[in-house]
T-cell receptor
Framework: QKEVEQNSGPLSVPEGAIASLNCTYS??????FFWYRQYSGKSPELIMS????GDKEDGRFTAQLNKASQYVSLLIRDSQPSDSATYLC??????????FGAGTRLTVKP | GAGVSQSPSNKVTEKGKDVELRCDPI?????LYWYRQSLGQGLEFLIY????????KSGLPSDRFSAERTGGSVSTLTIQRTQQEDSAVYLC?????????????FGQGTRLTVV
């Protein structure tokens, strides 16, 4: 079992819709959770971090964490074509060992 | 430095040659990671350093790959007897400064092409 699992996609949504990206992780002692965005040909960049169960909102982005289910999600409201990218879920395990999922490719169609 | 610095940014090498990739992490970061990304693929974990030690080397694909970190700072990833399947972007990231945030920051990567 991989430490961090994501659906590779591609996920395609129309402009203005909500995009929902999901991630599960295997290590129950994980404490910190992150979403990164990677545009084609570029390095990943951090867009959201979440540390506690529940929702965390930042503009059009909402991260959701459920530690009991070992599940993290990212919602993108009012999706824009500029949101088209690969989204990587990352989990920081107890000893500051950061592991990434393979990423979900999102396409937002105008 | 202000960010994670990797060198070279591009490397073309002949099959069978050895290559060294360098990563200079953000000053004070104790954790350093090497990932590999083939064209159109996700991140593939290679190795993780905490200080100078590597608690997890499980991602190194073969014994042709090795990495070291000295002084708790700069790391080098060495690939011996390169093969065409080693062609990829090699990404380095660093994280965790005591009292600071725990997210990882990436360098711009080294694009390795084996011909």
């Amino acid at each position: 079992q991989k430490e961090v699992e994501q659906n590779s996609g591609p996920l395609s949504v129309p402009e203005g819709a909500i995009a929902s990206l999901n991630c599960t992780y295997s290590d129950r002692v994980s404490q910190s959770f992150f979403w990164y965005r990677q545009y084609s040909g570029k390095s990943p960049e951090l867009i959201m971090s979440i540390y506690s169960n529940g929702d965390k909102e930042d503009g059009r982005f909402t991260a959701q964490l459920n530690k009991a289910s070992q599940y993290v999600s990212l919602l993108i409201r009012d999706s824009q074509p500029s949101d088209s990218a690969t989204y990587l879920c990352a989990v920081n395990r107890d000893n500051n060992d950061m592991r990434f999922g393979a990423g979900t490719r999102l396409t937002v169609k105008p | 430095g202000a960010g994670v610095s990797q060198s070279p940014s591009n490397k073309v090498t002949e099959k069978g040659k050895d290559v060294e990739l360098r990563c200079d992490p953000i000053s004070g970061h104790t954790a350093l990671y090497w990932y590999r990304q083939s064209l159109g693929q996700g991140l593939e974990f290679l190795i993780y350093f905490q200080g100078n030690s590597a608690p997890d080397k499980s991602g190194l694909p073969s014994d042709r790959f090795s990495a070291e970190r000295t002084g708790g700072s700069v790391s080098t990833l060495t690939i011996q007897r390169t093969q065409q399947e080693d062609s990829a972007v090699y990404l380095c990231a660093s994280s965790f400064k005591v009292g600071g945030p725990t997210e990882a920051f990436f360098g711009q990567g080294t694009r390795l092409t084996v011909v």
